[in-house]
């Protein structure tokens, strides 16, 4: 499996195809409220798509160097 069909398949499989790519996902110096309106994150499915993340680059180093993404 090469890291193009690894990374399409992770999206797919959280329904995340339609993503716009951003360098950094949110402010840096932004500061985060509470709002109990929003519904709740199902921690199974998040602690799932951060494992498979770390797991891909964990096992394909060669993501992490990829020319013209900023870390």
């Known amino acids: ?5 690894c990374v399409v ?14 360098a950094t996902p949110m402010a840096t110096n932004m500061k985060l409220l509470s709002d109990e309106t ?10 799932q798509f951060i494992g498979s ?4 680059t964990n096992t ?3 993501i992490l160097l990829t020319p013209g993404v900023s870390i």
Do not use: A, H, S, W
């Not at 499996?1 to 069909?5: D, I, L, P, T, V």
């Not at 929003?38 to 602690?47: I, Q």
């Open 38 to 47: 929003l519904e709740l994150v199902d921690m199974t499915r998040y602690r």
């Open 9 to 22: 398949e992770i999206l797919r499989r959280f329904d995340m195809l339609d993503c716009k790519v951003m």
């Open 1 to 5: 499996m090469n890291q193009g069909k």
């Open 60 to 62: 394909r180093p060669d």
């Open 53 to 56: 993340l770390i797991y891909m």
